[in-house]
C-alpha cells in the first residue's frame, strides 16, 4: 500500500506540473526509464540539444530493466522507455534506435576462456553463470543453449550489471551480458567476449498509445527524430 501510495503522489505531482506548463512556455521534467546500455546516447545527445534551446527542460533517467521499467511507464511514473527486443504494439508506440547490443560473456581476465576471441555457448556448460533477472524472464538462454539450457548452473542473476561485475570479479561465475556497459580497459580485473555466433538485440524507444504528452515531452520525441534520423543518413553508403 505504501508503493501504491507513492506512485500515486508522484502520478499527481506529475499531473499538476503537466497543468502548469500547459502555457506556450516549453519547461518541465522529462522521465525516461532504460536498461544499462551503451544505445541511450542518442537520447541523451537529443535531450542535450533539447536543453539548449529550452533551458528550462529537465531530464531524469531512472535505471532497470524492462519489466521494471514497462511498470513506470504503465503507471504513468516516467514519459519514455528505452527497452531491448521486442514491443507489444498493442500496448505501445515506440521508435526504433539505430544500434543493437551484441551479448557476450564477461569474466576474469585471468579466467580461462579468456584465452579465447569469442565464446562458444558449448564452452560455458561447465561453468556457473550469472544471468540478468530478464534474460531468464525472455527465455533467452533457451534461445542461446537450445536443449542443454535445462542443464546450465546457475549461480546468481542481477538487475543493472555493475553488480553483477562484483559478482564476476569475486569468482561467483561467468556473466551473460551486454557489451560497453562494464568497463573491461585498463586496469579492470576483467574483460568481455562476445558471443558466436552473434546474438543481437535491437532497442526501441517506447510509450504508451494515446498517451498525452507534454510540450515539453513533445519536443523532445521531435528532437530524437531528428537525431535518429541525421545518424541514419549519415551511417548510409549514399552519405558516405
Known sequence: ???????????????????????????????????????????IQAAHTLQKQYPLVHFHIVSGDKTTVLEELDHGLIDFALIFGEIDTSRYDFLPLPAVDAFGVLMPKDAPLAQKAVIDPQDLLPYPLITSRQMLRDDHLAHIFGNDAKNLTIAGTYNLLFNGSIMVEEGMGYALCLDKIVRTSGGS????????PKLEVGLHIAWKKYQFFSKAAEKFLECLQREIADRREADSPAYQ
Request: glycine content about 8%.
Open 189 to 196: 580485473p576483467l574483460c568481455f567476449r562476445p558471443l558466436e
Open 1 to 43: 500500500l505504501r508503493k501504491r501510495a507513492q506512485e500515486v503522489m508522484e502520478l499527481l505531482e506529475k499531473a499538476q506540473e503537466e497543468i502548469a506548463c500547459s502555457t506556450e512556455i516549453i519547461a518541465g521534467n522529462i522521465h525516461i526509464g532504460a536498461g544499462e546500455t551503451e544505445g541511450i546516447r542518442p537520447l
